[in-house]
């Protein structure tokens, strides 16, 4: 079985920071790329970052300059370093990662969101 555990979240004031952290775990052969989703109520879910196997970054434009995703190969674990937060960042922030389990294909894993709420 193969989980992603994210941590990190929670209540912030406007201009501060949070670092969002997503460690999988389990019988993973590889990990391809990593991301960040975010759904806020009533909105669709949509993605805030992600980051390949190699390195190479995507940003949506909401969080460019403000926002820097990054991945431990070795520990299986991908961060997202939020900075000058807004209230409009405030969503459940979900993991996502498309992932070779050692008994199959590559397939697309959810975390169980972490809340993150910007407010003064």
């Known amino acids: 079985q193969v989980r992603l555990v994210e941590s990190g979240g929670g209540l912030v004031q406007p201009g501060g920071s949070l670092r969002l952290s997503c460690a999988a775990s389990g019988n993973i052969l590889s990990i391809y790329r990593m991301g960040w989703y975010r759904q806020a109520p009533g909105k669709q879910r949509e993605l805030v970052a992600s980051i390949s196997s190699g390195g190479n970054t995507n940003y949506a434009d909401s969080g460019k300059g403000r926002f820097t995703i990054s991945r431990d190969n070795a520990k299986n674990t991908v961060y997202l370093q939020m900075n000058s937060l807004k209230p409009e960042d405030t969503a459940v922030y979900y993991c996502?990662?498309?992932?070779?389990?050692?008994?199959?294909?590559?397939?697309?894993?959810w975390g169980q969101g972490t809340q993150v709420t910007v407010s003064s």
């Open positions: 996502n990662a498309e992932i070779i389990p050692s008994w199959g294909r590559a397939t697309d894993y």
